[in-house]
């Protein structure tokens, strides 16, 4: 059974696809103009990063499962804000398209992953 093999948020495989999504976010930000620094860089990182903490926050609050799947949407959330601001990365051509275009590629497959545990969240929540 898959999921006795998960003890912490870090074992979800839409964690790790998100924390490395961010890490890439970071990387490839650090190019960024430094006009942008307090804007799209600042904007771009934050959301990422914040689609893995409301991860942690929604695995730690899964013995209640209305808070599980609110910290659940708080993620979803951030990783369609993130898809914005791929396209403005893309549309400023600070990301050139097959770069920017898997990065939002990826942030598809991150959405989907969310949506599933909302819409199954009696598969991740704890019974009392």
Not at 78 to 96: G, M, N, S
């Amino acid at each position: 059974m898959e999921e006795a093999r998960i003890k912490t948020h870090e074992d979800l495989g839409i964690y790790k696809m998100a924390f490395d999504a961010a890490m890439k976010i970071f990387e490839v930000t650090k190019n960024f103009p430094k006009e942008e620094r307090y804007s799209l860089t600042d904007q771009i990182r934050r959301s990422s990063r914040s689609v893995c903490a409301n991860l942690a926050e929604a695995w730690r609050k899964r013995r209640y499962q209305a808070a599980f799947i609110a910290k659940l949407s708080d993620s979803e959330a951030e990783a369609a804000e993130t898809q914005v601001w791929i396209k403005f990365a893309i549309q400023c051509q600070y990301l050139d398209a097959e770069q920017g275009g898997a990065m939002y590629k990826t942030y598809n497959g991150i959405l989907v992953g969310l949506v599933k545990m909302i819409n199954n969240p009696g598969q991740w929540t704890i019974n009392k």
